[in-house]
């Protein structure tokens, strides 16, 4: 009996464990706005990890959103498109919007694509509640500028940029939850048009992004 228990419980170390890949795999993000000629890196990523494999990359709409052999996004003019990236015959997919202009600004969570220069539409939130180049709000509100943007460092936590750059970012995206989540936060330059773009894997710096910032 003792030799039956014995070789059972060999057999079920040694039998692999299916695991749903659903569960072990994801996007780096499952929405993204942007500007024309803005770029951003997708990539697929097993347990919050980005993977080493080939992945391939598709766009249904070049026009508005094209995407390169390893992942990286180039927006190209108005209009909505799915960027979806296929790994072991499993389909991960990336909702593009991308806005009619260079000027226009889309804050998280707001599609209505207002601009700066639309005194009846709103420009992006900081958490003072002061406007991107308001000088009539409160002068103490901080904005990210391009030495900031270059002092955020590969692995360093959220908390930390906030320290560095001084005021703290509107989330654009979340993927996953608990220990394993990944979020991508958008900080506006002073003018409401630049902004930087930073994604955090484990409450780490994963990448990040700019545009026009000075």
């Known amino acids: ?78 209009g909505k498109a799915t960027i979806t990236g296929i790994y072991n015959k499993i389909k991960y997919e990336c909702n593009i919007k991308v806005t009619g202009s260079t000027h226009a600004i889309l804050k998280a969570g707001d599609n209505s694509g207002s601009k700066p220069d639309d005194n009846s539409g709103s420009k992006p939130d900081d958490n003072s509640g ?40 509107s989330v654009l995206s979340t993927v996953g939850s608990g220990d394993k989540t990944t979020i991508s936060y958008v900080w506006y330059g002073k003018d409401g048009i630049s902004k930087a773009i930073v994604i955090f894997t484990n409450d780490k710096l994963y990448s990040k992004s700019q545009t026009k910032l000075e």
């Open 130 to 169: 002061s406007k991107p180049g308001d000088n009539s709000g409160n002068s103490s509100v901080t904005y990210i500028s391009l030495s900031k943007y270059n002092s955020l460092s590969d692995g360093i936590s959220y908390a930390d940029a906030v320290k560095i750059i001084g005021a703290e970012g």
């Open 1 to 78: 009996m003792k030799k039956l228990m014995t070789l059972l419980i060999a057999l079920a170390l040694i039998l692999p464990i299916k695991v749903n890949a659903a569960t072990v795999y994801t996007i780096s993000s499952e929405n993204y706005a942007l500007f024309p000629k803005e770029t951003v890196q997708l990539n697929i990523l097993k347990y919050n990890e980005p993977i080493k494999a080939k992945v391939k990359w598709i766009s249904s709409n070049k026009k508005v959103a094209a995407v390169t052999v390893s992942g990286k996004v180039t927006a190209k003019s108005k």
